[in-house]
């Protein structure tokens, strides 16, 4: 009960220095959810006292109040402890004014976490994009953008983390922001390979034939030769991707130009 009479008081202090009320709310129903786990209160226990935080709110506040629990305390129960808390608010959309890109890098994210996961149990491709669909239920509004990632980028995620590991998954895909600015030479690259690589998909070619191409072009660029490889090797994939997929501004989208905007929403 002290916890719960203590966040009642936080709230009440955000609220007369007009902070966002969204906001303030679910970071303290984290704490509240956390506590009331660690006594093994139920779910409809832990419902029943989030709603009487509402009641103690003033008439203005208390009518959102009430909209915010129905509609997200059931988001903040199947969140815990599989996202890092300070995460929670930013995925649910209830904190920070861009919440579509933080939703879908934390989708992509907790998905590429559980992937990890899955391989190293020895699970296949097909069983892991599977499981994956199962479980979009818990990111519900989003569960249509969940479903999106993991139709377009589900294999490009599983075979990147078997390969490279998952710490980069993200922002391989264009779903997180990447901190590391672009050089000029890797901008000019992938200007460089989309019009040879657009020629060789309308000829037929495969993704390995169009690698090995690629490649006997670096053989021309002399002391250049290691980093177009290394290029070619990262980026050529999802080159291919995005062009199949009719998008624009690939460079960008795979952060090999630099742009005002980390993301381009699929």
Not at 199 to 222: F, R, V
Request: charged share 25%; aromatic share 8%.
């Amino acid at each position: 009960m002290k916890n719960i009479i203590m966040i009642m008081v936080v709230i009440g202090l955000m609220i007369t220095v007009n902070a966002d009320i969204e906001c303030i709310l679910c970071q303290k129903s984290i704490d509240l959810v956390k506590h009331l786990i660690s006594k093994n209160a139920t779910r409809e226990e832990i419902k029943k006292e989030a709603d009487k935080i509402c009641i103690t709110f003033p008439d203005t506040y208390r009518s959102r109040c009430i909209k915010f629990m129905n509609e997200n305390i059931d988001k903040i129960i199947n969140l815990i402890d599989k996202i890092p808390d300070d995460k929670i608010c930013m995925f649910i959309g209830m904190c920070k004014e861009n919440e579509k890109v933080d939703i879908k890098c934390n989708i992509c994210q907790f998905l590429v976490n559980q992937i990890a996961i899955w391989l190293e149990e020895g699970k296949t491709e097909d069983m892991i994009l599977n499981e994956l669909k199962k479980m979009c239920y818990i990111f519900h509004p989003y569960d249509k953008q969940c479903n999106a990632i993991i139709s377009a980028y589900g294999k490009q995620l599983i075979e990147f983390i078997v390969t490279k590991g998952k710490e980069d998954a993200c922002k391989f895909i264009g779903l997180c922001p990447t901190i590391a600015t672009t050089s000029e030479m890797e901008c000019s690259l992938c200007k460089f390979s989309i019009d040879y690589i657009t020629k060789w998909l309308d000829e037929g070619k495969t993704s390995q034939e169009i690698t090995k191409d690629l490649k006997k072009l670096c053989g021309e660029l002399g002391k250049l030769e290691v980093e177009c490889c290394s290029f070619v090797d990262y980026y050529t994939k999802n080159i291919i991707h995005y062009i199949k997929a009719k998008k624009n501004n690939i460079c960008i989208r795979i952060h090999a130009c630099p742009s005002s905007s980390y993301f381009i929403f699929i």
